[in-house]
T-cell receptor, first 115, second 112 residues
Framework: GAVVSQHPSRVICKSGTSVKIECRSL??????MFWYRQFPKQSLMLMAT?????????EQGVEKDKFLINHASLTLSTLTVTSAHPEDSSFYIC???????????FGDGTRLSIL | GEDVEQSLFLSVREGDSSVINCTYT??????LYWYKQEPGAGLQLLTY?????DMKQDQRLTVLLNKKDKHLSLRIADTQTGDSAIYFC????????????FGAGTRLFVKA
């Protein structure tokens, strides 16, 4: 149980393109979803936390107009990287939990490469 | 703020035991987790322990918690090459709104 599906797994696109990444909880209702960014050989950097039906809470230094997060249902959250540039290239990982006192379950990540 | 620290690198020989250590600062931590990340993948929850427990064993994995010293360890018995990965320690406290704090990860390298 507790499967989180993240799609796509790999994206390569031109600078200036907007890219949408989906995160779905397959067998549980995700009241809270998280988006992380991970640079090579580095730890996870929490970008934002989203609760279903409400606006995402962004961490300090993360541009909310650049990284649009939508958590429209209890099983789906999306991260849109708007007008992506090469410095946005990274590994993006989502996670979800159904209850506050439960562990986070992670998707397999999305490798984003902006040319 | 609250912090979780772990050593960055560990190298062991196949068949030996691996011990990955972690320290945390939040004395009100309620849950402590170990996650495994293989190259190019997300994090997989390996095991977790409640703060009122001292030890938890699950097959080759043994988690030890010293709450007084705020020290958590993960022991992998009979380490295999397939255990090579990054292991993240994480803590979660009910007083912090159940926000999960992750360590920087320990890269385990298993030599054949």
């Amino acid at each position: 149980g507790a499967v989180v599906s993240q799609h796509p797994s790999r994206v390569i696109c031109k600078s200036g393109t907007s890219v949408k990444i989906e995160c779905r909880s397959l067998d549980f209702q995700a009241t809270t979803m998280f988006w992380y960014r991970q640079f090579p050989k580095q730890s996870l950097m929490l970008m934002a936390t989203s609760n279903e039906g409400s606006k995402a809470t962004y961490e300090q230094g993360v541009e909310k107009d650049k990284f649009l997060i939508n958590h429209a249902s209890l099983t789906l959250s999306t991260l849109t990287v708007t007008s992506a540039h090469p410095e946005d290239s990274s590994f993006y990982i989502c996670s979800a939990k159904d209850r506050a006192d439960q562990p986070q379950h992670f998707g397999d990540g999305t490798r984003l490469s902006i040319l | 703020g609250e912090d979780v620290e772990q050593s960055l690198f560990l190298s062991v020989r196949e068949g030996d035991s691996s011990v990955i250590n972690c320290t945390y600062t939040d004395s009100s931590s309620t849950y402590l987790y170990w996650y495994k990340q293989e190259p190019g993948a997300g994090l997989q929850l390996l095991t977790y322990i409640f703060s009122n427990m001292d030890m938890k064993q699950d097959q080759r994995l043994t988690v030890l918690l010293n709450k007084k010293d705020k020290h958590l360890s993960l022991r992998i018995a009979d380490t295999q090459t397939g255990d090579s990965a990054i292991y993240f320690c994480a803590e979660c406290s009910n007083t912090g709104g159940f926000k999960t704090i992750f360590g920087a990860g320990t890269r385990l390298f298993v030599k054949a």
